[in-house]
């Protein structure tokens, strides 16, 4: 079993960059960013991040290939379409959209991941950092997808902030 460092420690750890160490230096923000990550940042989910990723019918996934390329799409569903199986992984359909797999492609490579849920509705944010796996799971290789399962390593979630709200539109279906 690895140690873990507490999770204070893994937040600031892993949180900040030694760039963004500078600027919030430069700018003063320090203490600011050590209070929110203190309040905001944990390595597992709660009984109330279920609730809220398991409403929504939508989220970005951010993913870097083995050179550093990132690139970042929209992943969407039902509601409930993301899954919390336990208090660190989360589980959801890859469909396989337009083909040409850059999200899963850069999971092969790299396994790094940066996950950000909104509800615009009642503006809240989550993040979660961690690494993804994609597992072949047969119920849903009928839809051509397979199953995604993320282990998180941090998960943040941001106060009430204003969010730009997308005009209403009709769910797509995926075939």
């Not at 799971?137 to 839809?143: E, G, K, L, W």
């Not at 941001?158 to 769910?171: L, M, N, S």
Request: proline share 7%; glycine share 6%.
């Amino acid at each position: 079993m690895l140690d873990r460092p507490p999770p204070r420690e893994l937040a600031m750890s892993s949180l900040y960059s030694p760039s963004a160490r500078e600027l919030q230096d430069q700018f003063d923000t320090r203490r600011l960013a050590d209070r929110l990550a203190d309040v905001t940042v944990h390595d597992r989910f709660t009984p109330d991040d279920r609730r809220f990723l398991e409403r929504l019918d939508m989220f970005f996934l951010a993913s870097v290939d083995a050179g550093g390329q990132p690139t970042c799409s929209y992943k969407g569903g039902d509601p409930g379409f993301v899954t919390v199986v336990d208090e660190r992984t989360l589980a959801f359909p890859n469909y396989d959209g337009n083909g040409m797999y850059l999200s899963m492609g850069n999971v092969a490579a790299t396994h790094r991941v940066g996950l950000l849920f909104i509800d615009f509705e009642h503006q809240r944010r989550m993040r979660v950092d961690g690494t993804l796996s994609r597992s072949k799971d047969t119920c849903c290789q009928s839809r051509r997808t397979a199953r995604a399962r993320s282990s998180v390593f941090e998960r943040a979630l941001d106060r009430p902030r204003p969010c730009t709200r997308p005009r209403a539109e009709p769910a797509l279906r995926h075939q």
